[in-house]
């Protein structure tokens, strides 16, 4: 079964502009999550996504958002884009409930100038 | 709210064992605990929820004390391939979860 995967993986932004990042979950998961890595705090939840509903929403601010299609896959959009936001985002997906194992994929290196 | 995890770092030889401590102050829901190396995305290591149930796929034991709201992680007879950084996330009821400052595991020949 392919895994999780995260395009693109690499991306260079500057402070304003705006970023799509996508996630496609393995086959057959319904439950996508969003995480952000930064080495000053660690890993934080963004948001989940089941079924194209948001169930569960982090403490970050509104420019970061995201949505789930009819097939599982799901984006994450982060308008005006500041120096902060340089991180790794990380997706991972999950068959169904919140008890399932979560798979992550690799991951997108998010740089911004 | 951040769990905290203990400690920081921890260097053993192959064969020895150590303990990963993850504690919080509310009460949880469920503890998962994952491994991420250098360069790598965390991969899932084991879920323990509140009433006892487990899930895990490796070879790795784990414990919730559900009245502590603690949680520890046996790395037992340890191996080259349990290097890496080792993260608790803690659920609430609002199933959020939130994520531990990591504990670097460095297991030498």
């Known amino acids: 079964k392919a895994g999780v995967t995260q395009t693109p993986r690499y991306l260079i932004k500057t402070r304003g502009q705006q970023v799509t990042l996508s996630c496609s979950p393995i086959?057959?998961?319904?439950?996508v999550s969003w995480y952000q890595q930064t080495p000053g705090q660690g890993l934080q939840f963004l948001f989940e996504?089941?079924?194209?509903?948001?169930?569960n929403k982090g403490n970050f601010p509104g420019r970061f958002s995201g949505r789930q299609f009819s097939n599982s896959r799901s984006e994450m959009n982060v308008s005006t884009l500041e120096l902060g936001d340089s991180a790794l985002y990380l997706c991972?997906?999950?068959?169904?409930?919140?008890?399932?194992?979560?798979?992550f994929g690799p991951g997108t290196r998010l740089t911004v100038l | 709210q951040q769990p905290v995890q203990s400690p920081q770092a921890v260097i053993l030889r192959e064969g020895e064992d150590a303990v990963i401590n993850c504690s919080s102050s509310?009460?949880?829901?469920?503890v998962h605990w994952y491994r991420q190396k250098h360069g790598e995305a965390p991969v899932f290591l084991m879920i323990?929820?509140?009433?006892?149930e487990q899930k895990g796929h490796e070879k790795i034991s784990a414990s919730f004390n559900e009245k502590k709201q603690q949680s520890s992680l046996y790395l037992t007879a340890s191996q080259l391939s349990y290097s890496g950084t080792y993260f608790c996330?803690?659920?609430?009821?609002?199933?959020?979860?939130?994520f531990g400052a990591g504990t670097t595991v460095t297991v030498r020949a």
């Open positions: 991972a997906s999950s068959l169904e409930v919140h008890t399932d194992t979560q798979y």
């Open positions: 086959s057959g998961h319904r439950s």
């Open positions: 996504y089941f079924s194209e509903t948001q169930r």
């Open positions: 509310k009460a949880l829901y469920s």
């Open positions: 323990l929820l509140k009433g006892g």
């Open positions: 996330g803690t659920a609430e009821y609002d199933y959020k979860l939130s």
